[in-house]
T-cell receptor, first 114, second 112 residues
Framework: ETGVTQTPRHLVMGMTNKKSLKCEQH?????MYWYKQSAKKPLELMFV???????ENNSVPSRFSPECPNSSHLFLHLHTLQPEDSALYLC?????????????FGPGTRLTVL | GENVEQHPSTLSVQEGDSAVIKCTYS??????FPWYKQELGKGPQLIID?????GEKKDQRIAVTLNKTAKHFSLHITETQPEDSAVYFC???????????FGTGTSLTVIP
């Protein structure tokens, strides 16, 4: 266990559905991340929160909406997704938003968009 | 931005043999290079890292080497075991800011 949990582990949704992914870290970290992992591609950074403020938003479509209500929780709200959004979504945390801090990853949510 | 290339994409070795995975990066400002291991059904986990002021680092059967001039770094696993089977990712980042630029991953299979 890395101290980062994600729910649900698997999610199947239609293109018109609205769903949310949840991430919780039990490490007392100050930075949290959302990544998209697709086959044969590098991990794609989507959003970064540091001390509950969004500090990175890497040109992600507006159908993905992050929320960080406190330093331990991170959500990714999904609506009107496309089939190409099917992927493994990973949450990570690090002590601070620093280039040398180890990132601790959760197990991911496997998302399938029909 | 930074571009990290990783080779090979798949690697099969016999148990007890060595495995080497290579990465190159494009931005000379990158100065931190972690390696992550991702087992089936799990998220990536840091196994070793190296900073640009060091040329080599070793931790038991795992070692990483860095050549700043050539902008490449490598992961070496000796005496491989079946539990080493996983996907390995290299990454590069800079101390300022924490965006890790990941490679595309290497799927390592250790054949008993």
């Amino acid at each position: 266990e890395t101290g980062v949990t994600q729910t649900p582990r698997h999610l199947v949704m239609g293109m018109t559905n609205k769903k949310s992914l949840k991430c919780e870290q039990h490490l007392g970290h100050n930075a949290m991340y959302w990544y998209k992992q697709s086959a044969k591609k590098p991990l794609e950074l989507m959003f970064v929160y540091s001390l509950e403020e969004r500090v990175e938003n890497n040109s992600v479509p507006s159908r993905f909406s992050p929320e960080c209500p406190n330093s331990s929780h991170l959500f990714l709200h999904l609506h009107t997704l496309q089939p190409e959004d099917s992927a493994l979504y990973l949450c990570a945390s690090s002590q601070d938003y620093s280039g040398w801090d180890e990132q601790f990853f959760g197990p991911g949510t496997r998302l399938t968009v029909l | 931005g930074e571009n990290v290339e990783q080779h090979p994409s798949t690697l099969s070795v016999q148990e007890g043999d060595s495995a080497v995975i290579k990465c190159t990066y494009s931005d000379s400002a990158s100065n931190y290079f972690p390696w992550y291991k991702q087992e089936l059904g799990k998220g990536p986990q840091l196994i070793i890292d190296i900073r640009s002021n060091v040329g080599e680092k070793k931790d038991q059967r795992i070692a990483v080497t860095l050549n700043k001039t050539a902008k490449h770094f490598s992961l070496h696993i000796t005496e491989t075991q079946p539990e080493d089977s996983a996907v390995y990712f290299c990454a590069a980042s800079m101390e300022t800011g924490n965006q890790f630029y990941f490679g595309t991953g290497t799927s390592l299979t250790v054949i008993p």
